[in-house]
């Protein structure tokens, strides 16, 4: 077996492995999408109903 430098996608590869499955650190978010979302002066939201919204996408 010959060794050789990995190429750029092998490296990617091994770097998103080493990332997303690091024992150290399993609670990692590297996905996360955070976003903004501003209400109007006359809207009002349910923090009940949010927070059952959150809990329905985390889980």
Known sequence: MILAPASFAQARIWL????????????IAIYNMPFIYRLQP???LSITQLRHALHLTVN
């Open 16 to 27: 998103d492995e080493r990332i997303r499955f690091d024992p150290d650190n399993p609670q």
């Open 42 to 44: 006359n809207h009002t």
